[in-house]
């Protein structure tokens, strides 16, 4: 019997990515989190900690009484979108907007959080879901993976588009709409950033770089967090990093020592970095804060 909180390493938390973002394939990596575990009990426990944890409490209630939050339905631009709308219940004037995109995970609960934290900052929120068209984001996450390999990115970009369309035109909106995203939803700010001519601002997490040729094309501001362990993606930055300076892009990029893929991410508790996220969370909220003003 373990008592004891196993030992997590680095090659545990390299193969879990590897799993979520590259093979999909859950009986090969409990296979090689077993060899570095030592035991099939080890890796069983382990498991758990290096994903996300549908228990953990949110840092902003549901019911929290300074928000007023709702599903909603719009206009994509192929078929209609789902999406967890939050407004603050006081606004006295008129208001910025961010589009809050999820992980490769799809909408779960940890992105509501998210949404209502934003919104807590004087900002309304829409978290969409980007799995609408394909029926919505299952419960099974590992079927939520599955099926981000069938989109679309053109097609997704566009309903991130039509996404922001739609709340620069909600009474009350002053027009500005900006955009945070983590991992996948990371990879689609920086997208959508290459083809938004309204964008007012992106911020994207631990998100894939875009094609370099699109970068010419970027109008917003950037805001780029990156962990510093987090090899996978970040050897996509000094390109990034290059192509923006070349076309005098406006952005500012920021790697967090020590810390992994997915550190903002509070469910997860094996790569959860409180010190990097509060950091990286309140360069964001100034961000928004100056140029959704």
């Not at 890796?43 to 007023?68: C, H, K, N």
């Not at 995203?181 to 992106?202: I, M, Y």
């Not at 790697?255 to 893929?261: F, T």
Request: some cysteine; glycine content about 10%.
């Amino acid at each position: 019997m373990m008592t004891d909180k196993p030992d997590i390493t680095q090659a545990m938390i390299d193969a879990y990515d590897e799993y979520t973002h590259l093979s999909l394939d859950r009986r090969k990596f409990m296979e090689k989190l077993t060899v570095l575990a030592g035991s099939g009990a080890a890796a069983a426990a382990i498991a758990p900690m290096l994903g996300a944890s549908s228990a953990q409490v949110a840092i902003v209630p549901e019911q929290d009484d300074r928000l007023v939050a709702e599903d909603v339905t719009y206009p994509g631009a192929s078929g209609e979108m789902k999406g967890y709308l939050v407004t603050p219940k006081t606004i006295s004037k008129p208001f910025g907007s961010v589009i809050v995109i999820h992980e490769n995970r799809g909408l779960n609960a940890h992105i509501r959080d998210v949404a209502r934290r934003v919104a807590l900052e004087g900002f309304v929120a829409l978290a969409p879901d980007f799995l609408s068209l394909q029926g919505g984001t299952p419960t099974d996450e590992d079927k939520a993976r599955e099926m981000f390999s069938g989109l679309d990115m053109n097609a997704t970009v566009a309903n991130a588009e039509a996404t922001r369309v739609w709340l620069s035109k909600r009474d009350g909106s002053n027009g500005k709409v900006g955009a945070v995203g983590f991992c996948w939803g990371g990879g689609l700010v920086n997208r959508l950033a290459t083809k938004s001519e309204g964008l007012s601002a992106g911020v994207a997490y631990y998100g894939a770089q875009p094609p370099g040729e699109d970068v010419p094309a970027i109008k917003a501001p950037l805001l780029l967090h990156y962990g510093g362990l987090d090899e996978r993606i970040n050897a996509g930055i000094p390109a990034y990093r290059n192509a923006l300076e070349a076309n005098g892009k406006s952005f500012e990029i920021f790697v967090y020592d020590g810390v992994n893929h997915a550190f903002n991410n509070d469910t997860s508790s094996a790569r959860y970095d409180k010190k990097a996220a509060d950091l990286a969370w309140g360069r964001t909220i100034d961000f928004f804060r100056k140029n959704l003003a």
